[in-house]
């Protein structure tokens, strides 16, 4: 069984040399009434929350990988054997699973989901229709409280969560910028998913004047993917009530004390509600996201846009890219496609 190993606790940036691949021998056996799962993992999810976890972290809403052990993360697998009532043979799953060949799960209802709909990519399990996907739905339906004809801007909006949320909010009829950190990035934000406007914050020396220029009367939803000086020049550009879904904070993982932010002030003189979520608290309304977004795959009404690298050995390099920006759109690795 090929598996991917963090070999120490990481610190400052990740690098691929703080991974390895090692061979080990499993038993793939699971009793019935064991309630584990045997896994043949097809494709692997590379998130940038896995950077989080390759710290020694303490008190946060998920633990520290073990060193010396393989990486889990979100995945799309066969199952092989289940001594779990609720999988069999042969199912479909996307889920929590290890960056192997296989793996031995213990599943609860929140991290082992049953794959119904194969008319889609299976891959889309690991993006559009998995995680990210929720994440991109929970948070701008959810959190934003979004209205017909409001501002809103995206960071790190090509990746697998941003691409949706800039669709999602095209969709309802609001105007929609978006960065990233390429050209091509910046035309896919325009030419494949319609957003209104977008740009290169690496090209930006002032990100205050920039948003200024695409939201010269102020920007009602903010969704925040990256944290640092982004949040700051964001928050001066707000609308009084506007909101902020905290996503995520990519540009903080690889540091070893974050970023101060100085303008939260504003958050009181333009009575900005701000708020963090998890996209695992919510995921008793996955059916009803699949219900709405099932159709919209279909009827090619919502683009979705996937970075694959083949081949578990090309795993640890697809991760580290996501931290200078490599991937276009959701990241994927291909381990077998049955
Ligand atoms: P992406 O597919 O967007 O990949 C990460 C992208 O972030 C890179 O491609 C890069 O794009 C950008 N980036 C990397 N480093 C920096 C930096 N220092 N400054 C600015 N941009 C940077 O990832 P996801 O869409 O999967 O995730 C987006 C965010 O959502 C992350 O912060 C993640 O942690 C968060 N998240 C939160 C969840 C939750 O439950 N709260 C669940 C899932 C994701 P570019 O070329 O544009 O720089």
């Known amino acids: 069984n090929k598996q991917v190993i963090l070999k120490h ?12 691949l090692k061979n080990s021998t499993i038993k793939l056996d699971a009793p019935k009434g064991s ?22 972290i303490e008190g946060s809403y998920i633990d520290s990988f073990t060193a010396g052990s393989p990486i889990t993360g979100y995945g799309v697998a066969k199952v092989l054997e289940s001594g779990d009532s609720n999988f069999e043979k042969g199912d479909l799953v996307w889920g929590m699973t290890g960056w192997e060949e ?9 991290t082992l989901f049953k794959i119904h709909d194969k008319d889609v990519p299976l891959s889309y399990y ?14 701008f339906y959810e ?36 960065s990233a950190g390429s050209k091509e990035k910046v035309d896919l934000l325009k030419s494949k998913f319609g957003f209104d406007e ?24 903010y969704f925040e993917n990256v944290g640092g000086k982004m949040l ?34 504003c ?13 695992f608290d919510h995921y008793h309304l996955y059916p009803k996201y699949l219900e709405m977004i099932i159709p919209q795959i279909k009827d090619g009404k919502i683009a979705y846009i996937e970075d694959v690298a083949e081949g578990l050995e090309n795993a640890p390099n697809a991760l580290v890219g996501l931290f200078s920006g490599r991937n276009v759109g959701k990241q994927v690795v291909m381990i077998s496609r049955e």
């Open 9 to 20: 606790y990481v610190t400052g940036y990740l690098n691929e040399s703080d991974m390895e």
């Open 35 to 56: 309630n584990v799962v045997v896994l043949k993992n097809l494709y692997l999810s590379c998130d940038p929350y896995m950077r989080t976890r390759m710290k020694k």
């Open 102 to 110: 296989y793996s031995i799960v213990t599943p609860t209802q929140s």
């Open 126 to 139: 690991t993006g559009i229709l998995g995680m990210p996907g929720m994440t991109a739905y929970i948070g």
């Open 143 to 178: 959190i934003c409280s979004p209205k017909m004809g409001e501002t809103v801007y995206i960071s790190a909006a090509s990746g697998a969560v941003g691409q949706l949320v800039g669709q999602f909010a095209k969709m309802l009829g609001c105007y929609v910028v978006g």
């Open 198 to 221: 977008a740009f290169n914050y690496k090209e930006e020396h002032d990100l205050n004047a920039a948003l200024k220029r695409y939201f010269p009367d102020g920007i009602d939803i």
């Open 232 to 265: 700051d020049a964001v928050l001066v550009n707000m609308k009084l009530h506007g909101r902020i879904a905290v996503c995520g904070m990519i540009s903080q993982y690889n540091l070893e004390t974050t970023e101060g932010v100085h303008n939260l002030f």
């Open 267 to 279: 958050l009181i003189t333009k009575r900005i509600r701000m708020e963090g979520f998890i996209v």
